[in-house]
């Protein structure tokens, strides 16, 4: 029974280091060839079986150590998208900043049209007056067109 624990427990390293004991009580005249023969490779046994114990313990550790990575990969992943998700706000207020100003600079284009277009209509209505009266405007042409462009 205990053998069977044993292995169920430990596999087969504790198969191999339960044997010598289980044959030598089931035939006694082989305890004096197994106790004769087995030391040295029992303590080999014994010394791998210790150190497969003390390796699982670090199997463990290693799976820790891969997880914690993972998660801090996954960690890094949230950042850079939260990241994303905020620069592609940004964008879009940027984006809609630039269509309103785009529509206010339309608009102030078009009054400032407006204005130019008032502003010669009321010097051709002042040139056309003086010519009614035979007077001449005194600016020359290119000063009036000075004017108009600035």
Known sequence: MLTLLTF????????????????????PPARRFLMAAIPVPLFVLLAVAA???????G?????????????VAGSELDAAKAVNDQLRRRNELLTRAAENYAAVLAEVRGEQAVATEQLE???ATHEAELDTMGRKCGLADSDIEFLRRH
């Open 59 to 71: 199997a463990i550790v290693r799976a820790v150590e891969e997880r914690v990575t993972e998660m």
């Open 121 to 123: 209509q009321e010097i």
């Open 8 to 27: 169920l427990q430990w596999g087969v390293p504790a198969l191999i280091l339960a044997a010598p004991f289980v044959l030598s009580a089931g035939f």
């Open 51 to 57: 150190f497969w114990w003390l390796n699982r313990e």
